[in-house]
């Protein structure tokens, strides 16, 4: 090894290795097709060492990266000897993935004197606005998962810089906008490349063993971090429940119990009491679970904390098999992956704030407010998909108020601007704006939601996976509920709107009109 690590050239490492994948991101989102990807970013890169450890990640989705290592690791169980030029795809969200929207490639990195063994692995995930299934957008209220779409397990999208055009054409044949989905495969593999070259100049740079030996002392690095983080919070059981409003299918609340111990340093999150896996499409993958609970830490480590899998050394997670958190096949997990996993984030911060009461903010709005909208455009004489998450209201903080009109938690998306929308889609915004008065009251309020009003010009089907449509987001400490979310729908012609459910399917005509308006934030603290 030519520089052995110190403070100084950590910290230098670790900014590389995330430039790494800052870099694959940017190419990402430049280069895809789909308004969903290229507008929202609505993607993520990742790099891992060669035994699949994340070494480091950029600032994207948290509901992606942290269930990204899963992916990594069904990868090289089913790869017995990867060699240069591999790409392995998949989407199972029992086989490492999240919901079948979400396609992960995993990419081997190989040095140039050694072209049997990988030194690193690249991935990227991205979320495709149509992978076919019951409804456009792979976002139905489906009751298993053979409904939501086309089901990817651990395989060559690539051998030895072959592309399988073969596995290409069948995916394409089963979505209803091919064109798309081979555009943002492209735009994944282009970041693929990008990440195995930036990779390899590091090498080139440095040499081999001063940059792994770099990433190993980071990994070590965040869990000793970690440890101190929680060691400096008090010992003790702390235990909350929160509610799904309904899974879909089904009109009972569904409850997410979490009992989270702190003891010394280590931190144990155990879901025992959580209501069991659902008829409906609400059922989390453990590597969702799990990536919703490492969110959270990271919230409380800071930035100065590296964002690798060192972090989670000294956190267990505890989720009996078959629950609504830790789901069997085929359940349908479509929206598990978007709002179950903002529910658990609500009751983990729960639990936290009996012992953090200083430093944990008031529930969120709790939704990603998905919108999946599909059908056939007359004018461009082509079928389209779109998809897209809305913001709502943040939570009161201890410091301040909570923010309005933004995307919370597990999702780091950007809003999808009307142009965009307007410009490739058979739709109109008629209406965008906050929410006023949704914020729950207190000492520092909660943030605003907001109100999206969409006109269909050509007839669709539309799919909402929505929450806080029955159950407000919570406020701490005196702080007041953020106001539930609402969704209706104006047909053509009609002189009143109709209410319709938080999760649901159903077609729209030419001129109705869609309007949801998302939750606020719960308040923090009683008004003085």
């Not at 900014?15 to 970013?41: D, Q, W």
């Not at 989905?181 to 990779?199: K, M, N, P, S």
């Not at 609400?282 to 990536?291: K, Q, R, W």
């Not at 109100?451 to 987001?473: D, K, N, Q």
């Amino acid at each position: 090894m030519d520089s052995p690590p110190d403070p100084v050239s950590l910290e230098i490492f670790r900014h590389l290795f995330a430039a790494v994948a800052e870099e694959m991101g940017v190419t990402l989102g430049r280069t895809a097709y789909s308004p969903n990807i290229k507008e929202r970013r609505d993607y993520s890169c990742a790099l891992f060492d060669q035994h699949g450890q994340m070494i480091a990640q950029a600032a994207h989705i948290p509901v992606h990266l942290g269930a990204m290592p899963a992916s990594v690791q069904a990868a090289l169980k089913a790869v017995p000897r990867w060699r240069p030029g591999d790409v392995i795809i998949l989407n199972d969200p029992f086989l490492g993935g999240t919901h079948l929207p979400d396609i992960t490639l995993v990419s081997p990195v190989f040095h140039p004197d050694d072209p049997e063994r990988p030194v690193y692995f690249v991935a990227s995930r991205a979320h495709h606005a149509d992978v076919g299934g019951m409804a456009p957008g792979s976002m139905a209220t489906a009751s298993e998962i053979y409904q939501e779409g086309i089901i990817i397990p651990p395989i060559y999208l690539a051998e030895a810089e072959q592309l399988r055009h073969d596995l290409v054409d069948l995916i394409c044949r089963n979505v209803r906008t091919p064109e798309e989905r081979r555009g943002d495969l492209d735009a994944q593999l282009a970041a693929h490349r990008v990440g195995e070259a930036r990779v390899l100049e590091l090498v080139d740079r440095y040499g081999l063993a001063t940059v792994q030996a770099h990433a190993e002392a980071l990994l070590d690095y965040a869990e000793r971090l970690t440890r101190a983080r929680i060691r400096e919070m008090p010992d003790g059981v702390y235990r909350f429940t929160d509610y799904m409003d309904d899974d879909g299918r089904t009109d009972e609340p569904v409850p997410i119990v979490v009992t989270v111990t702190i003891a010394k340093d280590e931190m144990t999150v155990d879901f025992t009491g959580t209501a069991e896996q659902r008829p409906g499409p609400i059922n989390c993958p453990l590597a969702v679970t799990e990536s919703a609970m490492l969110y959270v830490i990271h919230c409380l480590l800071g930035e100065d904390v590296p964002a690798n899998a060192g972090v989670s050394r000294p956190i267990h997670v505890l989720a009996p098999e078959g629950s609504l958190v830790n789901a069997r096949p085929p359940a349908a997990v479509a929206g598990g992956n978007v709002e179950t996993s903002q529910r658990i984030v609500d009751a983990i911060l729960g639990a936290l704030a009996q012992a953090l009461p200083e430093r944990i903010p008031a529930a969120s709005q709790g939704t990603m407010n998905n919108l999946a909208v599909g059908g056939f455009d007359p004018e461009r004489g082509q079928p389209f998909a779109y998809y897209e998450t809305l913001g709502g209201g943040g939570g009161g903080r201890p410091s301040g108020p909570g923010f309005s009109g933004r995307h919370s938690h597990m999702t780091n998306t950007l809003n999808t601007p009307v142009e965009a929308i307007e410009f490739v889609l058979p739709l109109r915004v008629r209406r965008y704006a906050l929410r006023e008065g949704s914020g729950g009251a207190g000492r520092h309020p909660g943030g605003e939601g907001v109100i999206r009003e969409i006109e269909f010009l050509a007839p669709a089907m539309v799919s909402l996976l929505t929450e806080r449509r029955r159950l407000a987001p919570y406020g701490l400490h005196g702080g007041q509920p953020g106001a539930r979310g609402r969704n209706r729908l104006r047909r053509a012609g009609a002189t009143q709107d109709e209410l319709l459910p938080g999760k649901t399917t159903f077609e729209v005509a030419a001129g109705d009109v869609l309007i949801v308006e998302t939750p606020g934030g719960g308040g923090w603290g009683e008004c003085l």
